[in-house]
T-cell receptor, first 114, second 117 residues
Framework: AQSVTQLGSHVSVSEGALVLLRCNYSSSVPPYLFWYVQYPNQGLQLLLKYTSAATLVKGINGFEAEFKKSETSFHLTKPSAHMSDAAEYFCAVGFTGGGNKLTFGTGTQLKVEL | GAVVSQHPSWVICKSGTSVKIECRSLDFQATTMFWYRQFPKQSLMLMATSNEGSKATYEQGVEKDKFLINHASLTLSTLTVTSAHPEDSSFYIC?????????????FGPGTRLTVL
């Protein structure tokens, strides 16, 4: 079975500081990995995705993530945090033959302080 | 592109009544739609998967007679919460994918907040 672990349910950074949100996955087959952002009372917006092409994936709003098979990780980073980045972030995993289902991590609440 | 809408965005109902939530793909044909439930400060839990013209496939522990899902067209799926009770209060989110989407890629609606009094 596939699973996703997001370390740190809450992360706080200063505006302008590096953002690092951690995601580790478990999958017996090559995974497809996604990062989504959710603002209060809204649906999920796709930030970026890994689908077995380049291991360094660039997404919207300056975010990027690197797929590291040896570490089973797909951490999300942004060089400089902005106040508007404050939101809930979810990592999700899917795989071929899984009925296109996604399994979500428990989420990380990012707080950006002045 | 790839816009998914939900209606209503919020609904309040009395215990024992039924509530219908619509999920529409606005600019693509959704061959598959998914329904999720999200409790406050928690992750998304998949309730069911529906393919156009077929019966929905429910996840383990989800009552199919309580949460009726219909996917009658390539742009519309509905979730009906029957005989709703306060414990059904939650944020319901749908997602959709079409033939053009990447592997496992889903596009999410804005969600529906259900409050059962």
């Amino acid at each position: 079975a596939q699973s996703v672990t997001q370390l740190g349910s809450h992360v706080s950074v200063s505006e302008g500081a590096l953002v690092l949100l951690r995601c580790n996955y478990s999958s017996s087959v090559p995974p497809y990995l996604f990062w989504y952002v959710q603002y209060p009372n809204q649906g999920l917006q796709l930030l970026l995705k890994y689908t077995s092409a380049a291991t360094l994936v660039k997404g919207i709003n300056g975010f990027e993530a690197e797929f590291k098979k040896s570490e089973t990780s797909f951490h999300l980073t942004k060089p400089s945090a902005h106040m508007s980045d404050a939101a809930e972030y979810f990592c999700a995993v899917g795989f071929t033959g899984g009925g296109n289902k996604l399994t979500f991590g428990t989420g990380t609440q990012l707080k950006v302080e002045l | 592109g790839a816009v998914v809408s939900q209606h209503p965005s919020w609904v309040i109902c009395k215990s024992g009544t039924s509530v219908k939530i619509e999920c529409r793909s606005l600019d693509f044909q959704a061959t598959t739609m998914f329904w999720y439930r999200q409790f406050p400060k928690q992750s998304l839990m998949l309730m069911a998967t529906s393919n156009e013209g077929s019966k929905a496939t429910y996840e383990q522990g989800v009552e199919k007679d309580k949460f009726l899902i219909n996917h009658a067209s390539l742009t519309l799926s509905t979730l009906t919460v029957t005989s709703a009770h306060p414990e059904d209060s939650s944020f319901y989110i749908c997602s959709a994918r079409g033939l053009a989407g990447g592997p496992n890629e889903q596009f999410f609606g804005p969600g529906t907040r259900l409050t059962v009094l």
